[in-house]
Structure formats: structure tokens, C-alpha cells
């Protein structure tokens, strides 16, 4: 128990260094991840890590799965409902369809039931790794937005696919009507216990007595409770978790205080960070592990079935992502879609963020090793090494070119939302300004008696005048963009002044450092809010 306590010890503190070698070599650290995983995997003497794929479906999949749902705009998956909900479920299964085909005709006895396995296992591409290579460079916003909303359902999908699978390479039985009601009854099922169990949540966190502790506690048990109680009643526990979190997401403001948001947003990306570097980080070392369980299949006949395979997911995205263009502008002379003419740069550019992952992983991982007491479960091992194959290809591959692919497309500026520092300015002004027309008319009376209330006025005047100072600078004026250049440098020296006098006086013991600490940190919210300003 000690050294394996250590063992994760010592991952954590690998994963820091690979994702600061990433930060300087400026490439997205699940590629890193990946190939210092494969690296290390190397390294003589070093202990047999296995993956139990449990442990991922269990305790890695829901939070992982909620974060990316809280993330997530509602709007925006909205506005993208079609596109996404075609790549979610049509393409996933379009996608099985065609690997299985393939895959049939490649490999000497793997039969269609098989090739269904497979292409249920390495069809949902993964949003981290994408969106994180995206978030180093400068892509419409609307690419993210679909790439996100993509990613929180084609998981299910995919799952889905592979459980039908599964139950037709055990029982050698597969019935299509029977396999169509179940898919809908899954999907549909899950999303209302995600629903439902959603609710109750809200209610807990709205009507009881909690704190901010125990808010960002009970946002960590929600996706296990939604996971467990679908997945143990055979319903998709990912959808459940997907809904549960969009509903909660949407509702948050009702329900959470202010210190119940900042602390839940710390917390939660701290441990999704954590949780995403020790799969990526797995994933490279697992790799020799399973080409030594390769057996009767040679490694360079399972090199070449993992090279196709992966050339077949790559080029199936693309025609899909094309196709779904080229349908766009011809459905959209006859209903209202969200982008009549997507061309083809930013479809392209969606087709090649098509990297695989986690879920593709855990679904290989969790193949059984044996169908009953006597047959082992075929081309296993196979499967496993092709899942690995076409997430390093992808991963390193398609993570690496990504950025050079958008460079090459030129995409330009998103033609859905004004630049961002313009809707920061014009969001600033309005809230000062109305603020301001309420203290005026509602508190009028009181102002010149309270000094309180003049100085809150004062401010608020402050905050229309940069407002309006900022967006006069976008426009070209010098004069205005060095006074607020002064205005930032002089209040940051304010600020480490402040806490200069705030460690000075913490040495006195009369002085409780709870409280320094306190002032510490609304002085480090001022800081990060002047940083956003600009």
C-alpha cells in the first residue's frame, strides 16, 4: 500500500513537470502526457502500472464528463443543436459502421460483430485535447463551442454502440429492431435520471443550510450519484451525468452563493486538471504493456492494421465534416440553421480536431478477458493495441498540426460574436451605467448624506468613464491608450504595496493571519480583475 502510494506520488509530480515542459515547448500537454508516458514506460526497473478500467468508467469518467457540462454554454449548444447532434450520434454510428467494414475485410477472422466493437471504442473524439491545443491559438469561438457540445454526447453514442457490441460477440445474437428500441430507451432514459437527479440536487443546495464547503462537496458526489443510479438500472450513466450538468449549470446562480462559485470554479478545475494529466499519462504507459500481450498477432501485422484503421478515422471525419457543410447549404434554403454557408476552412479545421482519448481507452480497457469459463474473448489484445495506435496517432499526429492547419485556413474573425474586448467594454459600461441610474433615482435622497454612497458613486462614474475611454482607445486614440496604460501600472503598484503593509503585519501576534490571509486574497480578485479589464 506504501509503495503504491508512492508510485502515484511520483506520477503527480511527473505530470507536473511534462505539463511545464509542455507550457515552454509551448505544445498542448496531453500530447506531452502521452509521449513522456511512452517514455518512461521504458525506463528499466520501473513497476508494471495497469489500468483498471473501472477505476476510469467509476471515478475518472463523471467528473470529468461534469466539468465539461459546466463549462458549457447552454446557448451555444443550442445554436449548434443540429451539427452537434449529428456528429453526437449519426456520425458515431456511421463511423462504427465503416471501421467494421474495414476492419472485417483487414483482419483475418475478425468478424462484423468485432469490427462493431472496434469502431465503437475509437469513434468519439476527445474535446481536451482539442480544445486545449485551440485554447494556444486563435480560432473562431464557434469551432470551441461546437467542439464542446460535440464532445458531451458523442461519448454516449459511442458507449452505447459498444455495449450493443459486446452483447452480440458474446451471445453470437444480434437483433436490429430490438437493438434500435433499446438505443432510444438508453438515451432517453438517462437523460431524465440525469434530470431528475438533478433536481433533487437543486433543491438541496437551494432549501438546506449548506456553505460554500459543503456546495462545492456536494457538486463532487452529484456526477457519481447521476453515473451509479443509471448505469446500475442499464441506462447511459454518461448522459445522465451531461444532463444533470447542464441543468445544474444553467441553475447555478439560484442556487450557489458567490463564494460557492469562486471556490467550486477553483476547485473543479484543479481536479479535472489532475484528472486529465493521469489518463493521458497512462495512456502512454500502458502502450508496451499491451503490445506485449500481442501473442499470435506479429507486431509489425499490428502496426499496419493500427495504421489503417487510424487513417480510416481520420479521413471518415473529414468527408463527414465536408458533408455536413455541403448539407447545410442545401437544407438551409428550406429551414432556418445557424450558419447558412459554413464553407469549407472551418468544417475543415473541425474534421482534423478529431482526436481520440479517454473514453476510447476506458471502453478497450474494459473488453472482458473471457466470454465464459472456457473461450477467451477474440482478437482482444488486438483491439487494445489498434484503440492505442489510433489515440497516439491522433493525439501526436493531429495535435501537433492542428495549430499549423488553422494557420494555413485562415480562418479569420468569428462572424457570430463582436471581439471580445468590445463586448467586455460595452458589458462594463452598461452594468456601471445602470447601476448608476438606480443608485440616482431609487437612492437619490441619500446620497449627500451618506459618504459611503458618494464614494460607491463616484466609482461607478469611474467605471462608465474607462468603459468609455477603452473603447475610444480600440479606435486609435494614443492619448487615451497611455493614460490607461499609467492608470494599470500605477494601481498594480498600489496593490503590491498593499500587501507589502499586509505581510508586515502579520509578524505582530496580536494580528490573526486568517484575516491577512483573507485581504491577501480579495487583494489577488482586485488584481486578477484589473488583468481582465485589459
Keep these: 500500500m506504501h509503495f503504491t502510494f508512492t508510485v502515484y506520488i511520483g506520477i503527480l509530480l511527473v505530470i507536473l513537470f511534462l505539463v511545464m515542459l509542455a507550457g515552454r515547448l509551448k505544445i498542448s500537454y496531453p500530447i506531452v502526457l502521452v509521449i513522456g508516458g511512452l517514455a518512461i514506460s521504458f525506463i528499466p526497473g520501473l513497476p508494471q502500472i495497469s489500468i483498471d478500467p473501472e477505476l476510469i468508467f467509476l471515478i475518472f469518467l463523471p467528473p470529468l464528463l461534469y466539468e465539461a457540462a459546466w463549462q458549457t454554454s447552454w446557448k451555444e449548444l443550442w445554436r449548434w443543436r443540429r451539427i452537434v447532434s449529428s456528429f453526437a450520434f449519426l456520425i458515431v454510428i456511421l463511423t462504427s459502421g465503416v471501421i467494421a467494414l474495414v476492419s472485417s475485410n483487414l483482419i483475418p477472422g475478425f468478424t462484423l460483430a468485432l469490427g462493431f466493437l472496434l469502431g465503437g471504442i475509437i469513434s468519439p473524439p476527445d474535446a481536451v485535447a482539442a480544445t486545449t491545443v485551440l485554447k494556444e491559438i486563435k480560432v473562431p469561438k464557434s469551432l470551441v463551442n461546437i467542439l464542446e457540445g460535440e464532445s458531451l454526447l458523442n461519448d454516449a453514442s459511442s458507449l452505447i454502440v459498444f455495449r450493443f457490441a459486446l452483447v452480440a460477440v458474446t451471445t453470437g445474437k444480434f437483433v436490429f429492431h430490438e437493438a434500435v428500441t433499446s438505443f432510444f430507451l438508453v438515451i432517453s432514459m438517462g437523460i431524465l435520471i440525469g434530470l431528475a437527479i438533478g433536481m433533487i440536487f437543486y433543491a438541496i443546495h437551494r432549501w438546506l443550510p449548506t456553505n460554500a464547503s459543503m456546495d462545492t462537496v456536494l457538486t463532487f458526489v452529484a456526477p457519481y450519484v447521476m453515473y451509479i443510479s443509471a448505469e446500475s438500472m442499464h441506462f447511459s450513466g454518461v448522459l445522465a451525468v451531461v444532463t444533470g450538468g447542464l441543468f445544474m449549470s444553467n441553475k447555478s446562480h439560484h442556487f450557489l452563493t458567490h463564494l460557492s462559485r469562486i471556490r467550486g470554479v477553483n476547485v473543479w478545475s484543479t481536479i479535472g486538471f489532475v484528472l486529465n494529466g493521469i489518463i493521458f499519462l497512462l495512456i502512454g504507459l500502458e502502450l508496451p504493456v499491451i503490445v506485449r500481450q500481442l501473442g499470435e498477432v506479429s507486431f509489425w501485422s499490428a502496426i499496419k492494421y493500427g495504421l489503417i484503421i487510424t487513417l480510416v478515422v481520420i479521413i471518415m471525419r473529414l468527408l463527414c465534416t465536408m458533408g455536413a457543410s455541403l448539407f447545410t447549404r442545401l437544407v438551409s434554403r428550406y429551414i432556418r440553421t445557424a450558419d447558412n454557408n459554413p464553407g469549407w476552412r472551418l468544417p475543415f479545421v473541425f474534421g482534423w480536431a478529431g482526436m481520440r482519448g479517454v473514453v476510447s481507452l476506458a471502453s478497450a480497457l474494459s473488453i472482458p478477458l473471457m466470454m465464459d469459463k472456457h473461450h477467451a474473448f477474440p482478437k482482444r489484445d488486438l483491439i487494445l493495441f489498434i484503440t492505442f495506435m489510433v ?20 480562418l479569420g474573425e468569428d462572424r457570430f460574436f463582436m471581439p471580445e474586448h468590445e463586448q467586455e467594454a460595452i458589458m462594463r459600461k452598461k452594468m456601471a451605467s445602470y447601476a448608476l441610474d438606480l443608485l440616482n433615482n431609487k437612492y437619490g435622497a441619500e446620497i449627500a448624506g451618506n459618504d459611503l454612497l ?81
Design 454 to 534: 458618494v464614494s460607491l458613486k463616484a466609482r461607478l462614474e469611474g467605471d462608465v468613464t474607462f468603459a468609455q475611454n477603452y473603447i475610444a482607445s480600440e479606435e486609435g486614440d494614443e492619448a487615451v491608450s497611455h493614460k490607461i496604460g499609467r492608470y494599470r501600472v500605477i494601481l498594480t503598484d498600489l496593490i503590491n504595496e498593499q500587501r507589502g503593509i499586509l505581510r508586515k503585519m502579520n509578524k505582530k501576534d496580536s494580528i490573526d493571519e486568517e484575516i491577512i490571509r483573507k485581504h491577501l486574497a480579495q487583494l489577488d480578485l482586485e488584481e486578477e480583475y484589473l488583468v481582465q479589464r485589459f
Design 391 to 410: 489515440i497516439l496517432i491522433t493525439l501526436v499526429f493531429q495535435g501537433v498540426t492542428l495549430p499549423l492547419v488553422v494557420k494555413w485556413m485562415k
